[in-house]
């Protein structure tokens, strides 16, 4: 079975540039999460969804970050615009929830963001 | 306030021993427990998780893991640990209601354990 995809696997970019993350999440699956990975400050988690709505966004670091999940099937995360200090490995999860939170998430092996 | 604890940021072990990578919480009610294994420039894989039942449980890989309800921790161990072991490892919580308020399939993650396993 086809896990949750990612892309691009890794992005370097210039300063002030617009980024745009990527997420197919598992088919079926109704909640996706978006985190952020760093040396620093470990997981962080950014945005939650259910259902395709937003329910926390308050990992968010800055008005910079947005993400969006128009269907079941695609998320993306965007970063406008970029700072060096955004550089880190994002990864976005997704699961299953039917009312209890007892379903693990499934991760996708990322994208390594730098910012130059 | 819901959190994860992983005393201890690395633990070292020889190949062949015992593993144990420690794992507290703190929730209301009776949580749902899980561990995540990560391997480099890989995302985190799920190992195991306890939702009830048997405080011993089961999973990927020949770990196992033990719920103290009465210790609030959830530890994880392999009998006879091996170099492939070698991983960042992650617990996480979700509170056990049903329908908590804004946690719709969201869990807490600990800050990671590095085990290293030495031949």
């Known amino acids: 079975d086809a896990g949750v995809i990612q892309s691009p696997r890794h992005e370097v970019t210039e300063m002030g540039q617009e980024v745009t993350l990527r997420c197919k999440p598992i088919?079926?699956?109704?909640?996706l999460f978006w985190y952020r990975q760093t040396m620093m400050r470990g997981l962080e988690l950014l945005i939650y969804f259910n259902n395709n709505v937003p329910i926390d966004d308050s990992g968010m670091p800055e008005d910079r970050f947005s993400a969006k999940m128009p269907n079941a099937s695609f998320s993306t995360l965007k970063i406008q615009p970029s700072e060096p200090r955004d550089s880190a490995v994002y990864f976005c999860?997704?699961?299953?929830?039917?009312?209890?939170?007892?379903?693990?998430?499934?991760f996708g092996d990322g994208t390594r963001l730098s910012i130059l | 306030a819901q959190s994860v604890a992983q005393p201890e940021d690395q633990v070292n072990v020889a190949e062949g021993n015992p593993l144990t990578v420690k794992c507290t919480y703190s929730v209301s009610g009776n949580p749902y427990l899980f561990w995540y294994v990560q391997y480099p420039n890989r995302g985190l894989q799920f190992l195991l998780k306890?939702?009830?039942?048997?405080?011993l449980v089961k999973g990927s890989y020949g770990f196992e893991a033990e719920f103290n309800k009465s210790q609030t921790s959830f530890h994880l161990k392999k009998p006879s640990a091996l170099v492939s072991d070698s991983a960042l490892y992650f617990c996480?919580?979700?509170?056990?209601?049903?329908?908590?308020?804004?946690?719709?399939?969201?869990?807490?993650f600990g800050k990671g354990t590095k085990l290293s396993v030495k031949p």
């Open positions: 996480a919580v979700s509170p056990g209601r049903i329908n908590y308020g804004g946690s719709q399939g969201n869990l807490i």
């Open positions: 088919s079926g699956h109704n909640s």
């Open positions: 306890y939702i009830t039942g048997d405080n």
């Open positions: 999860a997704s699961s299953l929830y039917r009312g209890q939170s007892n379903q693990p998430q499934h």
